[in-house]
């Protein structure tokens, strides 16, 4: 079953920064946080990946808190093509498995 | 360097027809899986292969789903007889390994059981 929780849905303006949480209060210690997208009619896209530390790519930013109970995914500067359903997922380092919820749906609005 | 390809993209069909899904993971990914997802929801597993073994098929249901990997390259999933809750859009994604390495997914392909 998944272990996130995220909100369902949340709207951001073209061109700013869209935020969007992740609560994973039972994280275990070797669990990562990983972040996929999908947009309409796509397969699931991956955005980033961390543990403990901060970590950015060129795509996004992730800030996982100090007791990694939450985290928080990045666009800095949000566009129309970042409109998508956006997974917060904890892997297991044992076994491999993306366990998917349900996502936040992410409308980016001009 | 192109990416996972899955056919065909719809397929419509009656229930108690059987139905195959095709994929070609990206080239030298030895890990493939197969997920369903459901309208409204995130993908859910079905099976993992590494190279043409079946690691993982706890979630497939066996009574009706089969799956293959011949030489360790494409895959196929199959249903048969198909059910109307058997409607969901059928994802192959791959890796070149299952710990550790990003899950590269095909567009998926759209089944409609009527």
């Known amino acids: 079953d998944a272990k996130t929780t995220q909100p369902p849905s949340m709207d951001c303006a073209e061109g700013r920064a869209a935020n969007l949480p992740c609560n994973h209060s039972?994280?275990?210690?070797?669990?990562?946080v990983y972040w996929y997208r999908q947009i309409h009619s796509q397969g699931p896209q991956y955005i980033i990946h961390g543990l403990k530390n901060n970590e950015t790519n060129e795509m996004a930013s992730l800030i996982i808190t100090e007791d990694r109970k939450s985290s928080t995914l990045i666009l800095p500067h949000a566009t129309l093509r970042d409109t998508a359903v956006y997974y917060c997922?904890?892997?297991?380092?044992?076994?491999?498995?993306?366990?998917f919820g349900q996502g936040t749906t992410l409308q980016v609005k001009p | 360097e192109a990416g996972v390809v899955q056919s065909p993209r719809y397929k419509i069909i009656e229930k108690k027809q059987p139905v195959a899904f095709w994929c070609n993971p990206i080239?030298?990914?030895?890990?493939l899986y197969w997920y369903r997802q459901n309208l409204g929801q995130g993908p859910e597993l079905l099976i993992r292969y590494e190279n043409e073994e079946a690691v993982d098929d706890s979630q497939l249901p066996k009574d009706r789903f089969s799956a293959e990997r011949l030489k360790g390259v494409d895959s196929t999933l199959k249903i048969q007889p198909a059910e109307l809750g058997d409607s969901a859009v059928y994802l192959c994604?791959?890796?070149?390994?299952?710990?550790?390495?990003?899950?590269?997914f095909g567009p998926g392909t759209r089944l409609t059981v009527t």
């Open positions: 039972t994280i275990s210690g070797n669990e990562y």
């Open positions: 994604a791959s890796s070149l390994g299952d710990r550790g390495y990003e899950q590269y």
């Open positions: 080239s030298g990914h030895n890990t």
């Open positions: 997922i904890l892997r297991s380092s044992n076994t491999g498995k993306l366990i």
